[in-house]
């Protein structure tokens, strides 16, 4: 376990294919009941959270907890990013507090500032841009339904979103057959495609269609999201009516194969971008899919912070000032 140490994770594309295989491997073991040891003893993570948070906080708290160590949760009434501190200050000041920090926070640029002022780890537990540790939670549950990841048919249904944005990197890195179905004027940003296929190593390219027939056609997991995502609450009305088509219900189940498996990141609005015969119904991996963010994220932690101690890390004094 020795690649991640020390390591930032703000895409899931910092990771390679093996690196992306440690995690998923220790993962499994984890499930499994290996004993993960005591990595993040005598050790404390701040846990910030400008965005509210269910599964990602429950998770990687227990998570932390597991390994030795201490959460402390900081909530955006509190810390107040970019308003009562500047972002770099307050990544500053942590630093000298805690060993890392997990930060679900609205905005990438602040993630990317938090990274670059601190000398611990720092983990993207979610921004506008991307959403990392959903998606290697996503693969540790298709690798569990399919026996692989390589190849593996994967149809994303929804908005080319920060989770969608996740799973083109993840898919270019892994050789995933990934299909992204959306209406028109939601596709994945054109950047994030060229960065995919910079990322592609002899894989299938991620395809991007508006006809679901097209993407479900042999698909063996069907993927949705919410259709409005947090800071898009004025263009719901609109996000419905340009959706409605591509809700993941039993027509547009029937689509795909009979043993098509279902996943949705959650939180769910049922009825609107999935019916609820269909989230519980026997096709469902969703909870599964939810449990494993403990797993995936406890690997994770583990394998960064494995064979790391104190004295890795710079002192005050030579840190970076500005």
């Known amino acids: 376990m020795g690649t991640l140490v020390g390591r930032d ?36 993570l701040a846990m910030i959270f400008q965005r509210p948070s269910n599964r990602t906080r429950v998770s990687f708290e227990v998570a932390i907890q597991r390994l030795g160590g201490h959460p402390i949760p900081l909530f955006n009434s509190e810390i107040q990013i970019g308003e009562r501190e500047s972002t770099a200050d307050i990544s500053r000041i942590l630093d000298r507090y805690v060993d890392g920090m997990v930060a679900r926070l609205a905005s990438h ?46 149809c994303y249904v929804g908005d080319g979103n920060n989770v ?12 995933i057959d990934l299909r992204v179905v959306g209406p028109p004027g939601y596709e994945p940003a054109r950047e994030v495609l060229e960065r995919a296929a910079a990322l592609t190593r002899g894989g299938p390219p991620v395809r991007c269609t508006h006809e679901p027939a097209e993407g479900l056609e042999d698909a063996q997991v069907i993927y949705t999201d919410v259709w409005t995502s947090m800071g898009q609450e004025a263009e719901q009305q609109q996000r419905r009516a340009d959706f409605a088509h591509l809700q993941v219900n039993p027509a547009l189940l029937a689509m795909a194969p009979p043993g098509a498996r279902v996943m949705h990141c959650l939180p769910a609005h049922r009825g609107e971008e999935i019916t609820d015969d269909v989230l519980d119904g026997p096709q469902s991996a969703v909870f599964d899919q939810a449990e494993n963010r ?25 840190r970076s000032t500005p």
């Not at 994220?297 to 710079?314: D, H, Y």
């Open 109 to 154: 640029r602040d993630l990317r500032a938090l990274a670059q002022w601190a000398d611990g780890p720092v983990i993207n537990a979610m921004t506008d841009r991307e959403h990392p540790c959903q998606v290697l939670a996503d693969c540790l549950t298709v690798r569990e339904l399919l026996g692989g990841l390589e190849g593996a048919r994967v």
């Open 294 to 318: 403990l797993w995936a994220q406890e690997a994770l932690l583990a394998l960064i912070f494995s064979g790391a101690t104190p004295e890795t890390r710079a002192s005050p004094a030579s």
């Open 164 to 175: 969608c944005t996740s799973w083109i990197y993840a898919a270019s890195v892994l050789g």
């Open 9 to 44: 994770l703000l895409s899931i594309a910092d990771l390679s294919a093996a690196e992306i295989a440690a995690v998923l491997d220790l993962g499994e073991a984890l499930k499994r009941g290996t004993d993960p040891g005591r990595p993040l003893a005598g050790r404390t």
